[in-house]
């Protein structure tokens, strides 16, 4: 079993930067794609970002040019940095990791993220 934690997210104003954070309970080395998703309140859970193991990466639409995700393998680690954030992306924020050789995939218990003036 794997536990993930996610911290970082909070109250921001449209434009502002946020960073969210998710520890593994475990290393990532064998982490074959470390996501994250959000669930908007009324909506369905939709990926946000994710890195693939080799390093690349790829990003909802709505996001592009603006978050980068990002992994560190030795403090188990993997971010997603949120920059010029809007009202539109606030959501519940979920980490979630899929490791090779393991048919699970682990989520994290969310982290919200509002943004609004």
């Known amino acids: 079993q794997v536990q993930l934690v996610e911290s970082g997210g909070g109250l921001v104003q449209p434009g502002g930067s946020l960073t969210l954070s998710c520890v593994a309970s475990r290393s990532i080395d064998s982490a074959y794609a470390l996501g994250w998703y959000r669930q908007a309140p009324g909506k369905q859970r939709e990926l946000v970002a994710r890195i693939i193991s080799g390093g690349s990466t790829n990003y909802a639409d709505s996001v592009k040019g603006r978050f980068t995700i990002s992994r560190d393998n030795a403090k188990n680690t993997v971010y997603l940095q949120m920059n010029d954030l809007k009202a539109e992306n606030t959501a519940v924020y979920y980490c979630?990791?899929?490791?090779?050789?393991?048919?699970?995939?682990?989520w994290g218990q969310g982290t919200q993220v509002i943004v609004s003036s």
């Open positions: 979630n990791v899929a490791f090779y050789g393991d048919i699970r995939e682990y």
